[in-house]
């Protein structure tokens, strides 16, 4: 059984920049879609940033694009979000979540069928 663990979330200024991390265990999740997914206080989890299998196919929600990086590693352990020019509306707990079953990156919560704990970042001055 996979398992998806966070890391790499914290408080961060505006304009400031923070990487975060999951790594799989249990399982491979090479031939999986991984994504990001973050939840606001008082608000609906929201899709952040998808990737396939090879890292080749991303897609990102309107209000990271340009900002935020996904990508994963040679040996797809580790899917990574890079995050940059960060804003206060960024502040939430982040998500890794995998799609066992997909093959072409997905906005919709429903496809992903693994999550982890999550990882609070918060953006204040």
């Known amino acids: 059984q996979v398992q998806l663990v966070e890391s790499g979330g914290g408080l961060v200024q505006p304009g400031g920049s923070l990487r975060l991390s999951c790594t799989a265990s249990g399982a491979s999740v090479s031939d999986f879609v991984m994504a990001w997914f973050r939840q606001a206080p008082g608000k609906e989890r929201e899709f952040v940033a998808a990737?396939?299998?090879?890292?080749?196919?991303?897609m990102y929600a309107d209000s990271v694009k340009g900002r935020f990086t996904i990508a994963r590693d040679n040996a797809k352990t580790t899917v990574f979000l890079q995050m940059n020019s960060l804003t206060p509306e960024d502040t939430a707990v982040y998500y890794c979540a995998a799609a066992m079953f997909a093959i072409i990156p997905g906005t919709h919560r429903s496809m992903y069928n693994t999550w982890g704990q999550g990882t609070q970042v918060t953006v204040s001055s």
């Open positions: 990737v396939n299998w090879s890292g080749l196919n991303r």
